[in-house]
């Protein structure tokens, strides 16, 4: 009860009760006259029971639109989860995560992927996109501009991947770990430390087949593969060289401090349950509709064995 004279409290009359009293007035007059002109034209019980079944019809429908778009009733939308925060040493480049798939995963100095420089000065497309002058590109960026780059490095990443930043995962993986790392106190803010590389592993079976067909089979049978492996995304990070930006002048150009720990933040993707609050919507209301509308069938089937009965007394 104090709650909710709490949130009455908290409301305004505009939008607050003047939006609630618009919704009650709009719903009273529609419903209202529908219920009025089938009272009317049928009596009372049975215009009840055509409303109530044409209102569970109309729910069905928009509840099977819910579902199909994860839009209207949403359920808990997919995030990321962090798992753990490794911290290493460029000078002694060691990974030891609670994660143990994790463990595999290289870092900066190891010697186990190419040099980003290197790789860049080796194609005229990667230096044309990424220019000396610049701040030095990471794997995961020149993948972007050169996909035959993924599979170069995938082939040397023991059941991880390259995430490319062209990746849908990647910006939104890297602002999970840019208010991580912030709230963990590992830094004052995101412009203290860069990006470097990001991986992932696990997930759904990828798509094979591009084609109408191939996408539409993918669908339906991705949607009963169940259940999926656990997803997982590691993002690397590294200090910067403070810079002062002169006034008037460009922004420096970021620098990392190769001597800076490198923290690699490794996180799960929770699935979440974005349409299950819709998909349950429409299993109740297509269960509501059916018994409402078995109702009207079995009150005609009565009505009429009652005609026939009177037809033939006649």
């Not at 215009?47 to 778009?69: K, N």
């Amino acid at each position: 009860m104090i709650a909710l004279v709490n949130v009455l409290g908290s409301m305004s009359w505009d939008p607050g009760f003047r939006g609630f009293l618009t919704v009650v007035l709009a719903v009273g007059i529609l419903c209202g006259s529908i219920a009025l002109i089938l009272g009317t034209n049928s009596g009372a019980r049975l215009g009840t029971l055509l409303a109530v079944s044409a209102l569970f019809g109309w729910l069905t429908v928009m509840g099977i639109i819910w579902s199909i778009y994860g839009i209207g009733w949403k359920g808990q939308a997919p995030t990321w989860d962090v798992r753990d925060i490794v911290q290493s040493n460029p000078a002694n480049p060691t990974m030891d995560s609670e994660v143990k798939k994790a463990n595999s995963l290289p870092v900066p100095g190891d010697g186990t992927l190419p040099d980003p420089v290197k790789v860049r000065e080796a194609s005229a497309l990667l230096q044309k996109e990424f220019p000396p002058e610049r701040k030095t590109p990471t794997l995961s960026e020149l993948a972007a501009v050169d996909p035959t780059l993924e599979k170069t490095v995938d082939a040397k990443l023991d059941g991880w991947k390259l995430l490319s930043t062209s990746n849908g995962y990647s910006g939104e993986s890297q602002a999970k770990v840019a208010e991580e790392v912030v709230a963990e106190g590992l830094f004052k803010d995101a412009t203290e430390f860069t990006f470097l590389d990001g991986y992932w592993t696990g997930g759904e079976k990828p798509r094979k087949d591009d084609s109408t067909i191939g996408r539409i089979i993918f669908k339906v049978t991705n949607t009963f593969d169940r259940p999926h492996p656990p997803f997982y995304v590691a993002i690397q990070l590294q200090a910067v060289v403070p810079q002062e930006a002169k006034p008037g002048q460009a922004p420096p150009t970021v620098v990392r401090d190769k001597d800076a720990t490198v923290y690699t933040v490794i996180m799960e993707r929770n699935r979440g349950n974005l349409r299950q609050p819709a998909i349950f919507f429409t299993i109740f209301s297509a269960i509501m509709f059916g018994v409402t509308t078995n109702m009207l069938h079995r009150r005609d089937k009565l009505a009429q064995l009652q005609r026939a009965a009177v037809a033939g007394a006649a």
